[in-house]
């Protein structure tokens, strides 16, 4: 019984590294959004920190609200994919973590 308490605690202390790096590496991250067919971009950070925004000529001589419109699209496109890569990054830290049925980690 002291093995796996053990063993379970080493796997505990190397998941929390990996989380940390994990976390490190989303925040560094960037992702781009776009809309409009790529008319307007949206580059965001793992911490949803927008960083640029990139609007076509073609489309700041157009209607105001259609232009306010595509670029909160693709913000919200953005958002969504800082979701889906730190999802994917967090996955692949707990997949090597052997937990019993019905624990559950805190995020």
Do not use: C
Request: net charge neutral; charged share 25%.
């Amino acid at each position: 019984m002291r093995g796996n308490i053990g063993s379970m605690m080493k796997q505990a202390e190397a998941m929390q590294r990996n989380m940390q790096k994990a976390q490190e590496e989303i925040a560094l991250m960037e992702v781009t959004g776009e809309s409009g067919g790529g008319m307007v971009k949206v580059t965001m950070n793992g911490r949803h920190e927008v960083k640029r925004v990139q609007i076509e000529p073609a489309v700041v001589g157009e209607d105001r609200e259609m232009l306010e419109d595509l670029v909160a699209a693709a913000i919200n496109d953005a958002v969504r994919k800082v979701e889906t890569e730190t999802q994917q990054r967090m996955s692949g830290v707990m997949a090597g973590m052997k937990l019993p049925p019905g624990m559950k980690m805190p995020f």
